[in-house]
């Protein structure tokens, strides 16, 4: 099924994000993680592609799995920055043979010191893959978006037209960055509308349950913390446990406004933590079936 339809069909579509275990490590690692999530039966569960030192081939095998043994949709992310359109042809194959059709286009990053000259690139952009697998594939096409900016656009406006070209070319729905102030969200999508981007967009949620796990975020994503995480933070950063139920309790907060003020999607960033992504849905359920 093409996750598009869920958001003409639900009144807020809700997703995961897992990643495939580290280069190391077993495959067996995630089928846990999995089986745990899918008891939550999440209308969608997306798979990174090769994001935080995990393999990337993993990801169809991973995205096969939910789909095919639990039966729910899954959303393969794929990055492009340094594929060949031929590489990108077999792994479109490769997801459509699995019985997967949604897929996330991403640019991606360069990996820490990769040399390569900008004209020698198949893709520069996300909106060139975007291009491709809707050219040749009945795919149903996801993108990514930035409510706070890209932390390499000049300007929010600048990113915003960015954007705009993405999905013009065909990105079916959007996925923000994580964020952890709401009114920046609400921000962005009024601006996204009045850009003319109107296409369902999932709102990005990480529960933050450790100090290193913020640090690492803040310095990779730029997101900015609100004057309630940070009291948070300077309150509970050396009780564990406490830091744990406070992030919990935050990102619970945050997706009940977010629901109440009618978006279309929350997409839960899990961290391959079930009992975390549990504990939340417990707190919206009747939220989310009201
Ligand atoms: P783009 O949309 O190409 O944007 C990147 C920059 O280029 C922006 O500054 C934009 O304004 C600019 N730009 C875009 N199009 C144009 C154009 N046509 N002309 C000029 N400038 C342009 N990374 C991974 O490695 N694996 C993952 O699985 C992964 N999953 C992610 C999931 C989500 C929901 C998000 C938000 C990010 C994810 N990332 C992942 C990180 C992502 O790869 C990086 O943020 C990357 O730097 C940008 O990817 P993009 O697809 O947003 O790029």
Same mark, same amino acid.
């Given at each position: 099924?093409?996750?598009?339809?869920?958001?003409?069909?639900?009144?807020?579509?809700?997703?995961?994000?897992?990643?495939?275990?580290?280069?190391?490590?077993?495959?067996?690692?995630?089928?846990?993680?999995?089986?745990?999530?899918?008891?939550?039966?999440?209308?969608?569960?997306?798979?990174?592609?090769?994001?935080?030192? $995990?393999?990337?081939?993993?990801?169809?095998?991973?995205?096969?799995?939910?789909?095919?043994?639990? &039966?729910?949709?899954? #959303?393969?992310?794929?990055?492009?920055?340094?594929?060949?359109?031929?590489?990108?042809?077999?792994?479109?194959?490769? #997801?459509?043979?699995?019985?997967?059709?949604?897929?996330?286009?991403?640019?991606?990053?360069?990996?820490?010191?990769?040399?390569?000259?900008?004209?020698?690139?198949?893709?520069?952009?996300?909106?060139?893959?975007?291009?491709?697998?809707?050219?040749?594939?009945?795919?149903?096409?996801?993108?990514?978006?930035?409510?706070?900016?890209?932390?390499?656009?000049?300007?929010?406006?600048?990113?915003?037209?960015?954007?705009?070209?993405?999905?013009?070319?065909?990105?079916?729905?959007?996925?923000?960055?994580?964020?952890?102030?709401?009114?920046?969200?609400?921000?962005?999508?009024?601006?996204?509308?009045?850009?003319?981007?109107?296409?369902?967009?999932?709102?990005?949620?990480?529960?933050?349950?450790?100090?290193?796990?913020? &640090?690492?975020?803040?310095?990779?994503?730029?997101?900015?913390? $609100?004057?309630?995480?940070?009291?948070?933070?300077?309150?509970?950063?050396?009780?564990?446990?406490? #830091?744990?139920?406070?992030?919990?309790?935050?990102?619970?907060?945050?997706?009940?406004?977010?629901?109440?003020?009618?978006?279309?999607?929350?997409?839960?960033?899990?961290?391959?933590?079930? &009992?975390?992504?549990?504990?939340?849905?417990?707190?919206?359920?009747?939220?989310?079936?009201?």
């Amino acid at each position: 099924m093409h996750i598009k339809n869920l958001f003409k069909e639900k009144n807020t579509v809700i997703s995961l994000e897992i990643f495939p275990p580290k280069v190391n490590s077993s495959i067996d690692t995630i089928y846990k993680t999995i089986e745990n999530l899918a008891y939550l039966n999440p209308d969608f569960i997306s798979v990174t592609y090769g994001a935080l030192g $995990s393999t990337k081939d993993k990801t169809v095998e991973i995205a096969s799995l939910i789909k095919n043994k639990y &039966e729910i949709e899954s #959303l393969a992310h794929l990055t492009c920055l340094t594929s060949s359109h031929d590489e990108i042809n077999q792994i479109t194959k490769n #997801l459509k043979h699995n019985n997967i059709s949604n897929i996330l286009a991403l640019r991606g990053d360069f990996p820490k010191g990769y040399n390569t000259k900008e004209d020698t690139l198949s893709f520069k952009h996300a909106d060139d893959l975007v291009e491709i697998i809707k050219k040749n594939n009945d795919f149903c096409v996801a993108g990514a978006c930035y409510p706070e900016k890209h932390p390499e656009s000049l300007s929010f406006e600048n990113d915003l037209y960015n954007l705009n070209k993405k999905v013009e070319k065909g990105t079916d729905f959007l996925i923000s960055q994580l964020f952890f102030d709401n009114n920046i969200f609400y921000n962005f999508i009024n601006q996204a509308k009045s850009q003319g981007i109107n296409c369902p967009i999932s709102a990005g949620i990480m529960p933050v349950i450790n100090k290193k796990q913020i &640090e690492r975020i803040v310095s990779l994503t730029g997101a900015s913390m $609100s004057q309630k995480f940070l009291s948070i933070l300077d309150r509970y950063e050396y009780n564990e446990e406490a #830091l744990k139920d406070a992030g919990i309790a935050y990102a619970t907060e945050q997706i009940i406004d977010l629901i109440s003020q009618g978006v279309d999607g929350i997409h839960i960033y899990t961290m391959n933590k079930p &009992e975390i992504a549990k504990k939340i849905y417990g707190n919206i359920e009747s939220v989310i079936k009201a």
